[in-house]
């Protein structure tokens, strides 16, 4: 339990000062490392990327400290304007001869460390949650229900199993989720929803079942 406290409370840390379900930004990418580093060696791996995208520095500016873990690609100009020059920058993320196919940027934080960028389109404290959330549900499945495929649509908070949606996290706040289910899967798998439940808290760090109600 002290781990999934933990990690609860590190995905709570994570979310913004900001209405829950805010409007998501698509003038923006957002920039993450696991290590501080520096803006400006950043901004040295970014150049290559933007300018195979055609976007020229006067539509953008990257914000942030001068050392930091978070830092934003605010794209310029009128909002239709700036929402296309967002995705033609995302789109330049894709067909990279990497292993994943993605544009990646490694850089070194001042004590050595490797650190690697994660790079997304702007998310809001729900998107944040039902991601987190889901995760933790995917890996609550994956032991319990065998011979199968358990995958996990992360965006949308989904679990399916062979490609049927089987259960769906609908984060109410940052601390209170819903279970909905597809009966009929469900029924086919035998899944034990009380137990499903159980350790879907334990695995949130609720401290118990209380915290999470499920649709039947």
């Known amino acids: 339990m002290a781990t999934a406290q933990a990690a609860q409370v590190e995905a709570l840390d994570a979310l913004d000062d900001e209405a829950f379900d805010r409007p998501i930004d698509e003038t923006l990418l957002e920039i993450n490392f696991s290590e501080f ?37 605010q794209f310029l ?15 330049g993320l894709r067909d990279a001869p990497t292993e994943s ?16 960028a994660y790079v997304h389109k702007d998310r809001n404290n729900k998107q944040k949650s039902t991601m987190y959330a889901g995760k933790r549900l995917h890996e609550v499945f994956k032991p319990i229900i065998h011979g199968h495929r358990v995958h996990l649509l992360k965006h ?16 109410k706040n940052d601390r209170s989720w819903n279970l909905h289910w597809h009966n009929d899967v469900a029924a086919g798998l035998n899944v034990d929803k009380k137990r499903t439940l159980d350790l879907f ?9 209380g915290d999470i109600r499920w649709s039947s």
């Open 156 to 171: 949308e908070g989904i679990v399916s199993v062979d490609w049927k949606p089987l259960a769906k996290v609908d984060c």
């Open 101 to 116: 196919g993605w544009r990646e940027f490694n850089l070194s934080s001042p004590a050595g460390n490797n650190a690697k």
């Open 77 to 91: 100009g009128a909002p239709g304007l700036a929402i296309r020059t967002q995705r033609r920058a995302f789109g």
């Open 201 to 209: 808290a334990a695995a949130m760090g609720c401290g118990g079942p």
């Open 37 to 73: 580093v520096e803006k400006i060696k950043l901004m040295e791996q970014l150049l290559p990327w933007l300018e195979g995208a055609k976007i020229v520095k006067t539509e953008y500016v990257l914000k942030g400290a001068p050392v930091g873990k978070r830092f934003t690609l």
